[in-house]
């Protein structure tokens, strides 16, 4: 099953706008990483933070990190049509017998309206 | 560099029919996952190899399914008597090492349509 539930769903906003998802997830992780996808296919690798990390900042893109309250946020500043796509968090469990494997989300699905 | 790929892209079978999906990581890389994307289960893991040895399979949902890996590059996922719930976009991915901070670099995947 599915460890990490992300909010909203679906979020649609113009472009030039910024756009935030929240992912949360149920134990203790060794980082946790977010991934954006187009068209139901291949996955983009966007950052990663560490479970001793707060925030970081990559480009337009800023994640927290909240391992008290076991959530996530992805802020998308000024966006752009290309941005569309659907994103990912993904958590490296603790103790997942060390493989590296990693817990999606549902999901969000991001339209930037131009 | 070259990234993941995968073949078939596409992949139209018979239920009943046997299925093999090939996985190419990027060269060096030690560890090789699968996973699966379904609309009602989202992405799901399949199976982890370290080298040429699978130490977690926890996730292929039935004995139908099975993996292999050769030289520690190569992996190939199969599906024996396809069912219609194996319908899904099947991804792979690798990683230069497990430990550390690094990454994995998925494949675009191929989707499987059962009939």
């Known amino acids: 099953s599915q460890q990490g539930e992300e909010d909203p769903q679906a979020l649609s906003i113009q472009e030039g706008e910024n756009a935030t998802m929240n992912c949360s997830y149920k134990t203790s992780i060794n980082n946790l990483q977010w991934y954006r996808q187009n068209s139901g296919r291949g996955l983009v690798h966007l950052i990663l933070?560490?479970?001793?990390?707060r925030e970081k900042h990559s480009g337009r893109l800023r994640v927290t990190l909240d391992t008290s309250k076991k959530s996530s946020s992805l802020l998308i500043t000024a966006s752009r049509a290309a941005d569309t796509a659907s994103y990912f968090c993904?958590?490296?469990?603790?103790?997942?017998?060390?493989?590296?494997?990693?817990?999606f989300g549902q999901g969000t699905t991001l339209q930037v309206k131009p | 560099g070259a990234g993941v790929s995968q073949s078939p892209s596409n992949k139209v079978t018979e239920k009943g029919k046997d299925v093999e999906l090939r996985c190419d990581p990027i060269s060096g890389h030690t560890a090789l996952y699968w996973y699966r994307q379904s609309l009602g289960q989202g992405l799901e893991f399949l199976i982890y190899?370290?080298?040429?040895?699978?130490?977690?399979k926890s996730g292929l949902p039935s004995d139908r399914f099975s993996a292999e890996r050769t030289g520690g590059s190569v992996s190939t996922l199969t599906i024996q008597r396809t069912q219609q719930e194996d319908s899904a976009v099947y991804l792979c991915?690798?990683?230069?090492?497990?430990?550390?901070?690094?990454?994995?670099?998925f494949g675009p995947g191929t989707r499987l349509t059962v009939l």
């Open positions: 993904a958590t490296d469990a603790k103790g997942s017998s060390n493989t590296g494997k990693l817990i």
């Open positions: 991915a690798s990683r230069y090492r497990l430990g550390g901070f690094d990454t994995q670099y």
């Open positions: 190899f370290q080298g040429n040895s699978a130490p977690d």
């Open positions: 933070i560490r479970s001793n990390e």
